[in-house]
Every structure is written in structure tokens, then in C-alpha cells.
């Protein structure tokens, strides 16, 4: 960790009321540590220190990271207090140490990582109870609280992902999504050029690369009112996506070739037959209905290409989520300004797939457009650059270091994000390449000139 930049503060409106505050951010904190505990208590501690792929870090790393990032923000930057356990930074900084090699560092084991957390934990609530919220940027509105939930629900999504990658039976359940029942009349929508905001300067515990707000202007184009399913892309590889090169970007053919790859990561077809996927240590058959997931960006521009689309922009995709053209301003989330609902997208792990594209109807975008939020990840065209005015806050290394064209954004949430961690404005990046995180997409097209 960096020293807390206390120069450039994200801007907010009037605050509320400090113990309505106190109470979102505690029940935040509290939502991720319960989280996080279901996802380290339902396999042994063999598999907790295990590495189930070099793609990923032991489970017990990120418990035990997770508590470090939580001591070194709130008990030391926030509150002042001297370290606990200095001697473990090091260890547990992500920069310093990639995922394949933490399994050869002196971990803590499960029970000391268990308790390290649990410790901390107990003196951030006395924290939060005792910290005035304003008049300091890291603590305005409990942005360093919120800060930290959302990074312990991110790698609660990072543990998921190495839940799915790990052998042997199945250790997590969940209800399936419901059914969709109400069908989307349009398979795409024509959404009007003309300038809208994009970004935010006044949600309180937006993260940098989503500030400040900034007027785009977005020339008119359609864009699919769900996103691309399973049955769709089996058209795609039944058609040869795979083995034409035509579809491809060169570094996503060469990526191809080199690694065998001819379907969705997880995806299985014996003698011919038909697919199947695994999930979560449960095989069955590729739901023709379901959202597209575990593919790379390579194959998700591919399949755009073939289908003589493309993938929308980053602004393009946060203007068919946010923009209300009655209004003509740009909302939260695509229902509006209230939080999301159970009615409204699939988050929170809640079910342990995406739901049927055309599922959530109360989600809706203002022009119809359904599964924003939600369901899966879902990758645009755009390179993870900053907005116009961006500052770095409160350190470099979240947003800063991974601008460029190395890595694409993905918009939107998949049924792993927690509500906290997601919103209209809410940005990931990740390497194109990569195809075990929960990602899928949508397309669109340019507008026939008027």
C-alpha cells in the first residue's frame, strides 16, 4: 500500500446523515465478511492452501490479503493506529508477488489467517463507530469503508472464479435464477446520438476510474437488447468461427491456434455429441438459453465480426445503460436511481449462473435494453484508458498502473458481483486473453444514416 493521497479527494454531494452512513457501510463490510467466510468454509484446509490454478492466487491468500488491505486503510490510514502485522505486507501485495508464485511464500495457514481477519474486523467496527465522516477525503462520506468492501467483494468474485476452477465435487449451491417469462419484443434498439454524462463526481464511493463526470457525445447506433446466448454462439462455431481466420484479430487467432481452443472455456463435447459444460463441479448441457460466459475478448470480437456486428464501445455501452432520453439525464443504474433488487439483476452470488437472456424485465434500461447489470461481465471494444480530468485516489496502483491498450473494459457485473461493487458508472478491465473470469457480451452496429 501507498501512501494515502489526502491531496485529491473524490467530490461529493451533501453527505447524509453520519448514522445512516455508519449503518450502509457497516452492512456492506458485513455482507463481504459473510461472503467471504461461505467461500472459505465450505472446503477443507487443503484446498484452502492449494493452488487450483497458476491463474489464481490459494484461497488462503486472498483471506488473508483481505485483512492486510482492511488493517493497513482503516486501522492504520483512517483511524492512525500502529501496524499488527507489519511483517506481512510484503507478503500479501499483489504487485509484488504474481498469483503462480504465492504458493511458495511462508502463508499464513488457514486458522491464523482466519483469526488475523477476524481481528482486524473487530477493531474497524470500533473504527467506524468513533471516525467522523467529512472532513477528511478518505473518510467523507465513509468512502475508505465502502472502498474496502467493495475490494473484499471483488476478491470474493476472485475466489468464485478459483472455485470454478478447482477439481473434484461440487462445494457451493445455490437456487437456480428464475425463468424469463416476458421475452424482449425487439432483439435491438436504436439508441439516439447526441451528448449524455458518462462517469460520475457525485457517487459517494465511486472509485477513481469512474470520476468525474463528463459529457461524450455518442453518434446514434443499435445495440441487442440482451446479451449474446449459448444458442447463438453454438450458430457461431458450428459455422466454422473457429477455424476461419477472417473473424479474427491476429493475436486472438494466433492465441487460438496455439492452445487448440474451439469453444467456451469449461465446455466439453464427447464423440461428436452434444456440449456440455461444467459449473462449479456440476456437469450439464450448454443451455441454448443462457448468456454466453468464459469467453475471452478475442472470441467475443470474433463472433461480432462473423455475425457483421461489433462490440459496442465503452460509451456506447454506459449510454444504452444510463441514459433516459425523457429526462435527458443519465442514471444510476438502467431502472433508475434505487438500488438493485432481487427483481431488478442477478448479483450478489445469489444464483450461481447467469439467468436466461430476457430475464429481469424490472431492470430495464429506459430504452429496453435488459441484462446490463448483472448476469455476466460483458466485454466492449475499448482500451482501459482514464477520463478527461481523472485523479488518481487514494493510490496509483488501483486504476492508474493498468491504463492502456493492454487491457479491454468489461461493463456491467456478472451473478458473482456484489451490488456494492456494481453500478452504471462501475469500470473493469482485464487482458483480452482471459477466459476463466465470468464474462460475456452483447453487440451492436452503427445507425443507417437519416
Given at each position: 500500500?501507498?501512501?494515502?493521497?489526502?491531496?485529491?479527494?473524490p467530490?461529493s454531494?451533501?453527505?447524509p446523515?453520519?448514522?445512516?452512513?455508519?449503518?450502509?457501510?457497516?452492512?456492506a463490510?458485513?455482507?463481504?465478511?459473510?461472503?467471504t467466510?461461505?467461500?472459505?468454509?465450505?472446503?477443507?484446509?487443503?484446498?484452502?492452501?492449494?493452488?487450483?490454478?497458476?491463474?489464481m492466487?490459494p484461497?488462503?491468500?486472498d483471506?488473508?490479503?483481505?485483512?492486510?488491505?482492511?488493517?493497513?486503510?482503516?486501522?492504520?490510514?483512517?483511524?492512525?493506529r500502529?501496524?499488527l502485522?507489519?511483517?506481512?505486507?510484503s507478503?500479501?501485495?499483489?504487485f509484488?508477488?504474481?498469483?503462480?508464485?504465492?504458493?511458495?511464500?511462508?502463508?499464513?495457514?488457514p486458522?491464523e489467517?482466519r483469526a488475523y481477519?477476524?481481528?482486524?474486523?473487530?477493531?474497524?467496527l470500533?473504527?467506524l463507530?468513533?471516525?467522523?465522516?467529512?472532513?477528511?477525503?478518505?473518510?467523507?462520506?465513509?468512502f475508505?469503508?465502502?472502498?474496502?468492501?467493495?475490494?473484499?467483494?471483488q476478491?470474493?468474485?476472485?475466489?468464485?472464479?478459483?472455485?470454478?476452477?478447482?477439481?473434484g465435487?461440487?462445494?457451493?449451491?445455490a437456487p437456480?435464477?428464475p425463468?424469463?417469462v416476458d421475452?424482449?419484443?425487439?432483439?435491438?434498439?436504436?439508441?439516439?446520438?447526441?451528448?449524455?454524462?458518462?462517469?460520475?463526481?457525485?457517487?459517494?464511493w465511486?472509485?477513481?476510474?469512474e470520476?468525474?463526470?463528463?459529457?461524450?457525445?455518442?453518434?446514434?447506433?443499435?445495440?441487442?437488447t440482451?446479451?449474446?446466448?449459448?444458442?447463438?454462439?453454438?450458430a457461431?462455431?458450428?459455422?466454422?468461427?473457429?477455424?476461419?481466420?477472417?473473424?479474427w484479430?491476429?493475436?486472438?487467432?494466433?492465441?487460438?491456434?496455439?492452445?487448440?481452443?474451439e469453444?467456451?472455456?469449461?465446455?466439453?463435447?464427447?464423440?461428436?455429441g452434444?456440449?456440455?459444460?461444467?459449473?462449479?463441479?456440476v456437469?450439464?448441457?450448454?443451455d441454448?438459453d443462457?448468456?454466453?460466459?468464459?469467453?475471452?475478448?478475442y472470441?467475443?470480437?470474433?463472433?461480432?465480426?462473423?455475425a457483421?456486428r461489433?462490440l459496442?464501445t465503452?460509451e456506447?455501452?454506459?449510454?444504452?445503460?444510463?441514459?433516459?432520453?425523457a429526462?435527458?439525464?443519465s442514471?444510476?443504474?438502467?431502472?433508475?436511481?434505487?438500488?438493485?433488487?432481487?427483481?431488478?439483476?442477478?448479483l450478489?452470488?445469489?444464483?450461481?449462473?447467469p439467468?436466461?437472456?430476457?430475464?429481469?424485465?424490472?431492470?430495464?434500461?429506459p430504452?429496453?435494453?435488459?441484462?446490463?447489470?448483472?448476469d455476466?461481465?460483458e466485454?466492449?471494444?475499448?482500451?482501459?484508458?482514464?477520463?478527461?480530468?481523472?485523479?488518481?485516489?487514494?493510490?496509483?496502483?488501483?486504476s492508474?498502473v493498468?491504463?492502456?491498450?493492454e487491457?479491454?473494459?468489461l461493463?456491467?457485473?456478472?451473478?458473482a458481483?456484489?451490488p456494492?461493487?456494481?453500478r452504471?458508472?462501475?469500470?473493469?478491465?482485464?487482458?483480452?486473453?482471459r477466459?476463466?473470469?465470468?464474462?460475456?457480451f452483447?453487440?451492436a452496429?452503427?445507425?443507417?444514416?437519416?
Amino acid at each position: 500500500m501507498t501512501a494515502p493521497d489526502t491531496t485529491a479527494a473524490p467530490e461529493s454531494t451533501d453527505a447524509p446523515d453520519e448514522a445512516a452512513l455508519r449503518q450502509r457501510a457497516t452492512a456492506a463490510l458485513s455482507t463481504a465478511r459473510d461472503r467471504t467466510a461461505l467461500l472459505t468454509s465450505c472446503v477443507e484446509d487443503g484446498e484452502l492452501t492449494a493452488q487450483h490454478s497458476p491463474l489464481m492466487s490459494p484461497l488462503v491468500w486472498d483471506l488473508a490479503h483481505i485483512g492486510n488491505q482492511e488493517e493497513q486503510w482503516l486501522w492504520r490510514a483512517v483511524a492512525g493506529r500502529a501496524a499488527l502485522r507489519p511483517e506481512i505486507d510484503s507478503m500479501y501485495d499483489a504487485f509484488e508477488h504474481p498469483r503462480a508464485t504465492r504458493p511458495t511464500l511462508p502463508l499464513l495457514a488457514p486458522a491464523e489467517a482466519r483469526a488475523y481477519a477476524a481481528d482486524v474486523r473487530d477493531r474497524v467496527l470500533g473504527v467506524l463507530d468513533g471516525t467522523r465522516l467529512e472532513g477528511r477525503p478518505l473518510v467523507e462520506s465513509a468512502f475508505a469503508f465502502g472502498m474496502i468492501a467493495q475490494h473484499e467483494q471483488q476478491h470474493d468474485e476472485t475466489m468464485l472464479i478459483t472455485h470454478q476452477l478447482r477439481t473434484g465435487p461440487a462445494a457451493l449451491s445455490a437456487p437456480p435464477p428464475p425463468v424469463a417469462v416476458d421475452p424482449p419484443v425487439a432483439s435491438e434498439v436504436l439508441v439516439p446520438g447526441g451528448p449524455f454524462t458518462m462517469g460520475t463526481s457525485d457517487e459517494p464511493w465511486a472509485l477513481d476510474n469512474e470520476r468525474p463526470a463528463h459529457t461524450r457525445i455518442v453518434p446514434s447506433f443499435l445495440i441487442d437488447t440482451v446479451p449474446v446466448s449459448n444458442g447463438a454462439y453454438l450458430a457461431f462455431m458450428a459455422d466454422g468461427g473457429y477455424r476461419d481466420e477472417r473473424w479474427w484479430d491476429p493475436a486472438g487467432w494466433a492465441q487460438i491456434r496455439e492452445h487448440g481452443i474451439e469453444a467456451p472455456l469449461f465446455w466439453r463435447r464427447e464423440g461428436g455429441g452434444e456440449w456440455t459444460r461444467r459449473r462449479f463441479g456440476v456437469t450439464g448441457a450448454v443451455d441454448p438459453d443462457e448468456p454466453v460466459l468464459h469467453v475471452s475478448w478475442y472470441e467475443a470480437d470474433a463472433y461480432a465480426r462473423w455475425a457483421g456486428r461489433r462490440l459496442p464501445t465503452e460509451e456506447e455501452w454506459e449510454k444504452a445503460a444510463r441514459h433516459d432520453p425523457a429526462g435527458g439525464r443519465s442514471l444510476r443504474y438502467p431502472w433508475g436511481d434505487a438500488e438493485p433488487g432481487p427483481e431488478h439483476a442477478n448479483l450478489g452470488q445469489r444464483h450461481l449462473a447467469p439467468a436466461p437472456v430476457g430475464s429481469y424485465p424490472a431492470g430495464a434500461s429506459p430504452l429496453g435494453v435488459r441484462q446490463l447489470i448483472g448476469d455476466v461481465w460483458e466485454w466492449t471494444a475499448s482500451d482501459f484508458l482514464p477520463y478527461p480530468g481523472f485523479r488518481a485516489f487514494p493510490y496509483k496502483e488501483y486504476s492508474e498502473v493498468f491504463f492502456g491498450p493492454e487491457h479491454k473494459v468489461l461493463r456491467g457485473g456478472s451473478f458473482a458481483v456484489d451490488p456494492v461493487a456494481c453500478r452504471g458508472t462501475f469500470r473493469n478491465w482485464d487482458l483480452p486473453v482471459r477466459r476463466q473470469i465470468f464474462a460475456g457480451f452483447r453487440t451492436a452496429r452503427d445507425a443507417e444514416p437519416a
